[in-house]
């Protein structure tokens, strides 16, 4: 079963915005700067995805993840 993605352009962006925010927050907090909210930050990150990769397991064939939503 196919489903319809959004284009490779789109998620290259998101996963390079995905990492550098990751490695900005382990930064942080390796630094001992912002601490609480790197540590927040990276809760967010890691997080997230996750869900929305179990959101979108309920929608139907023919729809990409902003159509779903």
Known sequence: MQ?????N???ILYYLFF???????IYSIVKKK??????ITLM???TLPMIVLIYSLGRAEGMNEF???
């Open 44 to 46: 967010f990150t890691v």
């Open 3 to 7: 489903w319809e993605t959004l284009p």
């Open 9 to 11: 352009r789109f998620w």
């Open 34 to 39: 912002g601490k609480i909210l790197s540590f």
């Open 67 to 69: 159509e779903h939503s």
């Open 19 to 25: 990492l550098a925010t990751l490695g900005t927050a």
